[in-house]
């Protein structure tokens, strides 16, 4: 109560004493205050624009196998106000920004709340106030290896199917990401290379066109590549026909397209080899013609250079028979000796070709060019046995067609011609003496024939 009291005392014994100098002096500490703080130390606004946002807790989306979509970078811009002494010293350092995605678990679009903090005495206002988040599950999926050769071999090389390990890969992330991914490629650079390539090389995944995709794990990093470099060499195709065709039909042909093929393989193995085999052709009662697809039989480790449709062709006919009538006006006698002459009633009044073989060959011949010829080269006068030939069957010769004509021999008298020469002033011989010389002729021609029967006996 004393203390009280005095305090109360001293009180009135200042504001008794000199109260107008120490009204001045309160007023004058107001000014200045007042001054240093509107004039040195004003309150000001200023602007720090894009503030980047820090997601937090995304471990707890990861554990519940959700992501955030896409790469995108959230940022904020910030109002700041305050004395000019605490605006001025910060930097955009001194702004954290936050977005909290714990409890956020909705697949597609999510809003969160942001927040900004600052150490420093002064307002902050921000926008915008929530950032928008899409979330999508986590997917596993296989994608093929694919490899993707840069340069060339070595001239007079090829290069062989490449051996990728692994050929297949799991990839991992976003649905979206995952999704877009069309293949996972490796890139390997040859330099005119004339032996095979092992390398491991870097993976990275690709869209459609192209273009790495983002944002998605790979089982594996890189992938082991053997590549072969190998030789050409052109082969013969050969058929293996096992063919047979029905009664009354004929293979006229078979044939393989193309007749020769490129290979390819290890230089040693294409060394010895000028010949591949198609894979075998069974047919048998064969009524018409075919046309085959067929396969090789390649040897392992050997391919074909380009790949290729290899075809055979098996040509059936119908055989027919024709029967062809050729009168004795188309009978040809060549080399008859000179002075001699034939007893033409020794003539086949008609002579008949029978020709059997396939259709298109009977049907094609020109029946105006056959003809029969009597080949007298050589014989005397008297009487011979001689074979006729066919004239205008070359374009069934070689056709496997069987020839028959009756009569198969013509039996022939050649005689000889009286003779008269008055240039040279030689008698015309008599009648007579022409006989006794042809029956003295034709008695030396029986008894040569009687000694060849002789002999043969």
Do not use: C
């Amino acid at each position: 109560m004393k203390m009280m009291n005095r305090m109360q005392s001293n009180i009135k014994v200042w504001f008794g004493q000199n109260l107008g100098a120490k009204i001045m002096a309160v007023l004058f500490a107001l000014f200045m205050w007042i001054y240093v703080m509107s004039v040195i130390n004003p309150t000001i606004n200023d602007s720090v624009n894009n503030i980047p946002v820090e997601l937090l807790n995304l471990e707890e989306l990861e554990n519940a196998g959700i992501v955030i979509k896409g790469e995108e970078d959230y940022t904020v811009n910030v109002r700041v106000t305050g004395r000019s002494d605490q605006v001025y010293r910060l930097s955009r350092q001194d702004f954290v920004a936050t977005a909290d995605l714990s409890g956020h678990r909705n697949i597609g679009a999510n809003n969160v709340q942001v927040t900004v903090v600052v150490d420093a005495d002064v307002e902050v206002e921000f926008n915008p106030r929530y950032i928008r988040v899409e979330l999508e599950e986590v997917v596993r999926k296989q994608k093929s290896v694919d490899i993707n050769i840069l340069g060339e071999p070595a001239t007079g090389y090829v290069l062989g199917v490449p051996r990728l390990t692994p050929s297949e890969i799991w990839i991992e992330g976003p649905e979206s990401s995952v999704n877009a991914v069309e293949s996972v490629i490796a890139e390997l650079q040859l330099e005119d290379n004339n032996s095979d390539v092992v390398a491991n090389l870097a993976l990275k995944p690709v869209d459609s066109r192209g273009n790495e995709v983002s944002g998605v794990r790979l089982e594996s990093e890189v992938v082991e590549v053997r590549l072969p470099v190998e030789r050409t060499k052109t082969v013969i195709i050969e058929m293996n026909l096992d063919i047979e065709a029905a009664e009354d039909y004929v293979i006229r042909n078979t044939r393989v397209s193309p007749r020769s093929i490129m290979i390819q393989g290890p230089e040693n193995q294409l060394e010895n080899l000028t010949r591949i085999e198609t894979e075998l052709i069974e047919r048998s009662d064969l009524t018409e013609s075919e046309s085959i697809e067929v396969e090789l039989m390649l040897p392992e480790g050997i391919s074909l250079y380009n790949e290729r449709t290899i075809t055979v062709e098996i040509e059936v006919s119908q055989v027919i028979e024709e029967e062809y009538e050729i009168s004795a006006d188309e009978i040809q006698i060549e080399n008859l000796g000179a002075g001699l002459y034939i007893n033409e009633e020794d003539l086949p009044a008609l002579f008949t070709l029978t020709l059997r073989g396939p259709e298109d060959i009977i049907e094609n011949l020109d029946r105006p060019t056959l003809m029969i010829s009597l080949n007298l080269q050589g014989l005397a006068p008297g009487i011979h046995s001689i074979e006729p030939a066919i004239q205008g069957l070359n374009a069934v010769a070689d056709q496997s067609v069987e020839i028959r004509l009756e009569p198969g021999e013509v039996s022939l008298e050649i005689l000889r011609r009286a003779v008269e020469d008055e240039e040279n002033g030689e008698n015309e011989e008599d009648p007579e003496g022409e006989s006794e010389n042809a029956e003295d002729e034709n008695n030396a021609d029986e008894e040569n024939n009687e000694d060849d029967e002789e002999n043969n006996n």
